[in-house]
């Protein structure tokens, strides 16, 4: 009687082990689902930075605001009768040193 018992657990474990470590088995679609979550993360950020820059290139087409900033922002264009003004930070290594003796 033992042996059927013992010949049965055996049959049994030998059936489960693909549902769960098996290629196909629940750990892996576990993993998968991770997986997927990720890249929808991912795959959402993008689409936002995608729409952001879709937004600019249509604006830039469009307008001239747009390119008006842009120069301003990253070449300090300036228009006639404006000034610029840049204030530096107070450079902290040209005050005097205390030494400890």
Do not use: C
Not at 8 to 26: D, N
Not at 31 to 59: F, P
Not at 70 to 82: C, M, P, W
């Amino acid at each position: 009687m033992r042996i059927v018992i013992y010949s049965m657990l055996a049959l049994l474990f030998a059936i489960q082990y693909p549902l769960w470590l098996g290629k196909g088995g629940w750990l892996k679609v576990y993993e998968m689902e991770k997986q997927v979550e990720l890249q929808e993360a991912k795959n959402s950020l993008l689409a936002l930075r995608n729409a952001k820059l879709a937004s600019d290139v249509k604006d830039l087409k469009d307008g001239t605001r747009a390119i008006e900033e842009r120069a301003r922002v990253e070449h300090g264009l300036i228009k006639d009768g404006e000034f610029f003004v840049q204030i530096l930070p107070a450079d902290k290594s040209s005050g005097t040193q205390v030494t400890k003796q």
